[in-house]
């Protein structure tokens, strides 16, 4: 996205470089919110169960297949304009493509497959505290002390809650066979 502003996918202007100040919570925001979490539950789920006969790297090509598709399809549809992107856009995208997108996704489905859901989808906790607080330097959303409190209980409890179940299970079974070499 080119230095100033832009429109999302819905149409509405927004500011895309340095402070995202201006972006304020809204009811449709906080509906798609909701919606995100419960697909991402599914999602965990539906992984987990797709895993049982899957590889990592088999499955984590199908759903970046389909995932590609399912966005660029309504983007081609809708004929959003999304260039030219600048030198500091293609570094974010690099950076979201192999951070979260590749390496975040093969951990979490080869975690999926050797600890138990309960204890996969509670370890994704912390990363709402991490993106809190990398929101405060690189967008210059101020963290309160509200969210700041909130964070360490979230983190104190997980910690607390993975330390737990880990020194009392026994030794996990994974879901799959290696594969013979």
Known sequence: MAEGGG???WGRSRNVSGSNRSVRPSAIGLLFSVLCICAFAGYMLSSRQARRTLGTW???TGVMVWAS?????????????YGP?????????????????LIGHVLMNYAITELPMNL???????????????????HGEHVTLGQ???????????????WRQASN?????????????
């Open 7 to 9: 429109a999302d996918g």
């Open 58 to 60: 088999n499955y984590l």
């Open 69 to 81: 598709v399912t966005v660029a399809v309504p983007a081609l549809i809708q004929g959003l304009d």
């Open 85 to 101: 992107f600048d030198r500091n856009d293609w570094l974010w995208l690099l950076c979201m493509l192999v951070g979260p997108g």
């Open 120 to 138: 996969t989808s509670l370890q994704m906790l912390p990363s709402t505290v991490l993106s809190i607080g990398v929101a405060w330097p690189v």
């Open 148 to 162: 700041a409190l909130g964070g360490a209980v979230t983190l104190t409890a997980v910690g607390l809650i993975v």
């Open 169 to 181: 299970a026994p030794k996990a079974v994974p879901l799959m066979d290696a594969p013979e070499a």
